[in-house]
């Protein structure tokens, strides 16, 4: 088992940036592959970007890249994502999981969630 918790979410303006954390608890966090997922109003879940158990590898949406950098200290065992240059679309609840299997970029893939962190970008 995997304890999740998200913070740093909050109402930014258009080309601002945030960090978001999620912090682990339970089971070994190291082992896991990590994502971030967010979700808009009326939309499904989607994929942001994700950081290997290592940390040596990342994975990230075309429309991500170059504005999103994950990151993970497995001795705090936290996972982190900064994004800059944030536009209105960007405003969604943010998820961070922690996967089993599977690819990376599939909600399918992750065993563990947490809660959410909302984040608002205003224009």
């Known amino acids: 088992q995997v304890q999740l918790v998200e913070s740093g979410g909050g109402l930014v303006q258009a080309g601002g940036s945030l960090r978001l954390s999620c912090a682990a608890s339970?089971?070994?966090?190291?082992?896991?592959?990590m994502g971030w997922f967010r979700q808009a109003p009326g939309k499904e879940r989607e994929f942001v970007a994700a950081?290997?158990?290592?940390?040596?590898?990342?994975y990230a949406t075309d429309s991500a890249k170059g504005r999103a950098t994950i990151s993970r200290d497995n001795a705090k065992g936290t996972v982190y994502l900064e994004m800059d240059s944030l536009k209105p679309e960007d405003t969604a609840v943010y998820y961070c999981?922690?996967?089993?299997?599977?690819?990376?970029?599939?909600?399918?893939?992750?065993?563990?969630w947490g809660q959410g962190t909302q984040v608002t970008v205003s224009s």
């Open positions: 999981a922690a996967a089993s299997a599977g690819p990376v970029e599939r909600v399918g893939s992750y065993t563990y």
């Open positions: 339970g089971d070994t966090f190291s082992s896991f592959d």
């Open positions: 950081i290997a158990w290592t940390g040596h590898k990342t």
